[in-house]
């Protein structure tokens, strides 16, 4: 009986662990975005609209090859989590109920055991969803960036920098749904082995979402070196 009790204390642990740590990774990117390396690069996307629709007719072609880029990671993403998501629910159709692994230190009851596969199943599902989108904004970006009537309208630019931030977003969305499915799948063998990930998960992320001073004063510094056209002060010719 207590062994069974495990599950009950470690995977809530676990999984409020992973939940307080996006918690504070959303409200660090809403109120500091250059904290985080989610909000650098969305600044940084945000520049590189603005100084390609400046010209698109010369620059069309780098950005449509740059959009085509990402689209590929995200239909690569896709195919991957649909996938697994189908491998996982013949796995589970052909699996007996009866069938238990004498390795598992825990709960093993044919009810939790459908729970984990059916979570798993719910993360591969939100990733391929999450990776549509994401190909459906850049799909759209690749037309409206080498739009030649935009250039000069600071409203369209702004509309495609929105656009493009929303399907990287998305992108991020799904590949968080893959981070979490590692946790999820290691429930599997036991909630210790899960515990034990989810906290190694949230240590790690943490320092690979996170920036330092040093990379956001290149950042900052980066950003001041380039000199929009609108913000320069127009020179008036010197009479004779």
């Known amino acids: 009986m207590e062994e069974e009790r495990v599950d ?79 491998l996982i629910s013949v796995f ?28 798993i199943l719910v993360c591969f599902l939100v990733a391929f969803l999450c990776n549509v989108q994401s190909i459906r904004y850049y799909a759209h970006v690749s037309f409206l960036v080498t739009l030649p009537t935009s250039m000069g309208k600071r409203d369209s630019i702004e509309y495609v920098a929105r656009n493009l931030n929303r399907g990287s977003y998305f992108w991020s969305f799904g590949l968080r749904a893959f981070y979490v499915s590692f946790p999820l799948f290691l429930w599997i063998f036991g909630p210790i082995p899960m515990l034990v990930c989810s906290c190694v998960m949230a240590f790690t992320l943490y320092f690979l979402d996170t920036t330092t001073s040093f990379t956001r004063q290149l950042h900052t510094c980066s950003m001041r070196q380039e000199v929009k056209p609108e913000d320069q002060e127009p020179v008036t010719p010197s009479l004779p």
């Open 8 to 86: 009950y204390v470690a995977v809530p642990v676990g999984l409020a662990m992973l939940l307080i740590y996006h918690g504070w990774l959303l409200l660090t990117v809403l109120r500091n975005p250059r904290r985080t390396v989610i909000g650098l690069n969305a600044e940084s996307r945000h520049q590189w609209v603005h100084s390609l629709m400046a010209d698109p007719l010369k620059n069309g072609v780098l950005a449509v090859q740059t959009i085509r880029n990402n689209i590929m990671a995200s239909t690569l993403l896709a195919t991957t989590a649909i996938t697994l998501s189908s």
């Open 92 to 119: 589970v159709s052909s699996t007996s109920s009866s069938t238990s692994s004498q390795l598992v230190y825990g709960n093993t009851t044919p009810l939790l055991t459908s729970v984990k596969y059916f979570s």
